[in-house]
Nanobody, 125 residues
Framework: QELLVESGGGLVQAGDSLRLSCAASGRTFNSYTMGWFRQAPGKEREFVAAILWGYGSLYYADSVKGRFTISRDNAKNTVYLQMNSLKPEDTAIYYC??????????????????WGQGTQVTVSS
């Protein structure tokens, strides 16, 4: 059974950093696009970042560009999200996702096949 498990969330102050991890099991996700999404209370799930399969092209939401970095370690079947200069508006549940996607669909949650359970990130001002 395919499984994605996020970890690394927590409560931090504005300006701090966190690194989220997403460990995959059940299959090799090396040929999958891996994405991070987040959902704040009362809001829709929104795209944060993605790393495309193959050459590993990186994509970011404008709101996190320059502060967040997505990376993957295929040997460990793990994807990371390094979050720096956190802001209160980054507060949300962060989800890891995997799918056989092309570049034009990476921001679309329904296109992803597998999802983790989420990890809470809270940034206080």
């Amino acid at each position: 059974q395919e499984l994605l498990v996020e970890s690394g969330g927590g409560l931090v102050q504005a300006g701090d950093s966190l690194r989220l991890s997403c460990a995959a099991s059940g299959r090799t996700f090396n040929s999958y696009t891996m994405g991070w999404f987040r959902q704040a209370p009362g809001k829709e799930r929104e795209f944060v970042a993605a790393i495309l399969w193959g050459y590993g092209s990186l994509y970011y939401a404008d709101s996190v560009k320059g502060r967040f970095t997505i990376s993957r370690d295929n040997a460990k079947n793990t994807v990371y999200l390094q979050m720096n200069s956190l802001k209160p508006e980054d507060t949300a549940i962060y989800y890891c996702a995997a799918g056989m996607l092309i570049r034009s669909t990476i921001r679309d949650p329904p296109k992803y096949d597998y999802w983790g359970q989420g990890t809470q990130v809270t940034v206080s001002s």
